[in-house]
């Protein structure tokens, strides 16, 4: 469900594929005329807001909400690479924090400048398939 809202959000429910993925005539336009580059994305999160505990897991984990420790996650999907044929992902987390109200800080504590996360260098990305989740 994740992956449908993100490709189709506000796209009244379909996205057109890039112009080299398109159409039968293979011969004019190959998968290898996308446009490929190298993608440097970076990603800063400065603080979340009332984060609930989940109800059903409080009298199963011995742990109490008091303990909740949000962290966040992204992982960068790039799609089919050519030699492999397998969609390839890079993941990266922020530093678990220790409140439901967190205010998330880069490595020199510096208040309000955010943690960041950077996928940097990644090759032969299509930008039109790629996506964030």
Known sequence: MMLNEAMFDGEDGWVLKPAAYQGADKLSVTLHDAARHTLDLALT??????IPAEEEDEGDNPRSRSALRPVIK???????DDK?????????????????????????????????????????????????R
């Open 74 to 80: 992204a992982e960068l999907h790039i799609g089919e």
């Open 84 to 132: 492999d044929g397998h969609e390839h992902s890079y993941k990266q987390h922020t530093k678990a924090a220790k409140t439901s109200n967190p205010q998330f800080m880069c490595s020199s504590h510096q208040k309000g400048a955010g943690e960041k996360l950077q996928f940097l260098n990644i090759p032969k990305v299509v930008e039109e398939l790629s996506f964030i």
């Open 45 to 50: 999160f400065f603080a979340g807001h009332n």
